[in-house]
C-alpha cells in the first residue's frame, strides 16, 4: 500500500512542478462551457490559415486523444474488491469533412483505441476500432458507427456507468443523436455492446436523456434500458435492467465569490426482470449531487437514498453496468480534488474520494490526465474566440 501512495505522490508532484498556476481554472458542473476560459496566443498568419482551411468545402481531419488513469482503490465491501487500476488509452483518429451547400457538416472519420496495462505485456493490449460518419447542422448532430464517448455532450451518471467500464469501453457501438441550443440539449444513443456468436452474449443499452436550463433552474431527466440475452448456441437466461430519472437543479455560482455551485435532486426508478423466472424486481430512490469549485480546488458530493439498484448482479453482472456501490440503501461519496493543470487541450486532476455505505468509509484515489489534440487546432484557426476547457472522462 506504501508503494502505490508513494507512486500517486511522484505523478502528483511531477504534474503539478509541470503546470503553470496561473492558467488553472475550474469548469461549472454539468456544462461544457467554462465561465472564464484561457487564450492562446498564436501568431496571426498561422491563423489565418488555419482560418481559411476551415473554409475548403473537402477537409482532412485529424485528431490525438491520449487518456491515462491510475486508480487506487481500498474498499473492503462485500460487493466492491480492493484493486490499483494503471492504464493508458493512445486514440488517433483521419478523416474528411465535407461541407454542403446547405451548411451541413460531414465528417467520415476512421482510427483506433488502443489501451495498454501499465506493468503488462502485448497479451495485455486491448483495440478497439474507431469508424463513423456524422452529420451536423444546425444544433443537431447524428453519428452511426463506432463512436468515442466523449462526443457525447453529458457524461454518463454513476449509477449506470461504473468507472472499470468506462475505463475499458471507449466507443458507442451503434448510433449516437444529438441536439443543442442556449437553453439545453437532448441526446439518444444505442451501444450494442455484444454481437451474439458462440462465445459472446448479445447484450445493448439505449438511452435517451436531456436537460433544460432557465436562469438558474434545471429540470431534466434519462430514460435507460439495458438488455442481455445468451449465447448463439448456449442457453443463458434473458435480463433487463430499466430505468427512469427525473431531476431539478439549481446553479448558485453568479451568487457567489466560486467559480462554480451547483444542486441537483433526482428521484431514480427502476426496474429488473428475468425472464427466465418471470422475477421482478421493482425500486425506487432519491439522488442529491452537489458540485463547489473554486480555482483549482474542486468538491463534488453525491448522496443515494433508497431501494437497491442492481438486485440482479449477484445473477449475472453483465446486465447490471454501474457502480456495484449502488447495490446499498445508503451509499454516500465524496470526491476532494485538485488540477494539476488544464487548458483547453489538457486536463490532469487527482481527485481522493470517500465512499460511505452501510458497512464503513472506504478510500480511492485517482490522478487521469487526458490530452486532445482536436481543441488545439481549433483555438489555433480562431485565437479570439473562448475555448471550453477540455473535459476529462469523468465530470470534473
Avoid at 458462440?198 to 436523456?209: G, K, Q, S
Avoid at 457567489?256 to 421493482?282: C, E, H, K, M
Avoid at 481549433?378 to 485565437?383: C, E, I, N, Q, Y
Amino acid at each position: 500500500m506504501m508503494k502505490r501512495l508513494s507512486l500517486l505522490l511522484v505523478i502528483c508532484l511531477f504534474c503539478t512542478l509541470a503546470a503553470n498556476a496561473d492558467s488553472i481554472k475550474a469548469q461549472g458542473f454539468w456544462t461544457r462551457y467554462s465561465k472564464t476560459p484561457r487564450y492562446i496566443s498564436v501568431d496571426s498568419t498561422m491563423a489565418a490559415k488555419q482560418q481559411a482551411r476551415a473554409q475548403r468545402p473537402v477537409q482532412f481531419l485529424y485528431d490525438v486523444d491520449f487518456t491515462t488513469y491510475f486508480d487506487n482503490r481500498e474498499y473492503h465491501a462485500p460487493y466492491q474488491i480492493p484493486q490499483t487500476i494503471f492504464n493508458f488509452r493512445l486514440s488517433p483518429e483521419v478523416g474528411v469533412r465535407l461541407l454542403d451547400r446547405a451548411g451541413g457538416v460531414h465528417d467520415l472519420v476512421a482510427g483506433v483505441s488502443y489501451t495498454q496495462r501499465l506493468g503488462g505485456n502485448w497479451r495485455d493490449v486491448q483495440f478497439d476500432p474507431i469508424a463513423y460518419y456524422q452529420f451536423r447542422y444546425r444544433g443537431f448532430s447524428v453519428a452511426l458507427g463506432a463512436i468515442p464517448y466523449t462526443k457525447r455532450i453529458s457524461p454518463m451518471p454513476d449509477w449506470l456507468l461504473y468507472d472499470s467500464i468506462a475505463y475499458m469501453h471507449p466507443n458507442i457501438q451503434g448510433a449516437y443523436m444529438s441536439y443543442h441550443d442556449e437553453r439545453g440539449f437532448m441526446e439518444l444513443m444505442c451501444d450494442w455492446r455484444g454481437a451474439q456468436t458462440d462465445v459472446r452474449r448479445e447484450m445493448f443499452r439505449v438511452m435517451l436523456n436531456g436537460q433544460y436550463q432557465y436562469k438558474w433552474l434545471q429540470v431534466g431527466g434519462l430514460a435507460h434500458l439495458n438488455h442481455k440475452a445468451g449465447f448463439a448456441k448456449t442457453y443463458e437466461p434473458v435480463m433487463d435492467d430499466i430505468n427512469a430519472n427525473a431531476f431539478v437543479g439549481t446553479d448558485l455560482t453568479r451568487y457567489t465569490p466560486l467559480d462554480s455551485l451547483a444542486i441537483r435532486v433526482g428521484y431514480i426508478f427502476g426496474w429488473q426482470r428475468d425472464r427466465a423466472t418471470n422475477d421482478n424486481f421493482y425500486n425506487h430512490g432519491a439522488l442529491i449531487e452537489v458540485y463547489a469549485n473554486w480555482w483549482f480546488l474542486g468538491l463534488k458530493n453525491t448522496l443515494y437514498v433508497g431501494d437497491n439498484l442492481q438486485p440482479l448482479r449477484p445473477r449475472n453482472a453483465f446486465v447490471c453496468l454501474g457502480d456495484p456501490f449502488y447495490q446499498s440503501r445508503l451509499y454516500n461519496r465524496t470526491d476532494l480534488f485538485i488540477y494539476l493543470y488544464r487548458s483547453e487541450f489538457v486536463d490532469c486532476y487527482f481527485s481522493w474520494n470517500m465512499h460511505y455505505d452501510t458497512y464503513r468509509l472506504q478510500h480511492q484515489q485517482q490522478v487521469i490526465v487526458r490530452f486532445e489534440l482536436e481543441p488545439l487546432m481549433r483555438s489555433l484557426a480562431k485565437p479570439s474566440d473562448k475555448h471550453a476547457y477540455i473535459r476529462a472522462i469523468f465530470d470534473k
